[in-house]
């Protein structure tokens, strides 16, 4: 909200203090300057709504919609999820980080995306150190 205001842009975004989910409550860890999926020995419980949630709060103030999405691995089950209730369809854009880990792989996303006729661009991909195999960012639209 500091920063919404120090831009002049509380009147054009609607802040959610929740975290995106699969679903429920979501365990996450406090790191040096955020909240992170790495633990660490100081752990929160933090509220959680699901992207289709958002997507639908989010469509009664406008036309447009575009998300930005690093969730640090949650990628996977928040995107399915999306996609299954069809609230994903009803985004123009989406910027996003898919981060790979053991079976989890950046390709079905994006494959799941392509398959709901988003275009979609790999913008960039870094192999990582751990707990991440890479870190892909990723670009889809209509």
């Known amino acids: 909200i500091k920063n919404l205001k120090i831009n002049n842009v509380e009147d054009r975004v609607l802040p959610i203090n929740k975290a995106v989910s699969g679903s429920g409550k979501v365990k996450a860890f406090l790191g040096w300057h955020t909240i992170t999926?790495?633990?660490?020995?100081?752990?929160?419980?933090?509220?959680?709504?699901?992207?289709?949630?958002?997507?639908?709060i989010v469509?009664?103030?406008?036309?447009?919609?575009?998300?930005?999405?690093?969730?640090e691995g949650c990628e996977y089950e928040t995107i399915n999820e999306a996609l299954n209730s069809g609230a994903l369809l009803n985004i123009d854009e989406l910027i996003m980080e898919i981060h790979?880990?053991?079976?989890?792989r950046a390709i079905d996303i994006i494959r799941a995306l392509e398959k709901a006729r988003f275009k979609v661009k790999v913008i960039n991909c870094m192999k990582q150190g751990k707990p991440y195999d890479r870190v892909f960012l990723v670009k889809a639209h209509r």
């Open 37 to 56: 999926s790495f633990p660490t020995d100081k752990e929160a419980i933090l509220e959680g709504v699901t992207l289709s949630e958002l997507i639908n």
């Open 59 to 71: 469509q009664r103030y406008g036309n447009r919609i575009v998300v930005k999405m690093d969730c």
């Open 100 to 104: 790979e880990k053991g079976e989890k």
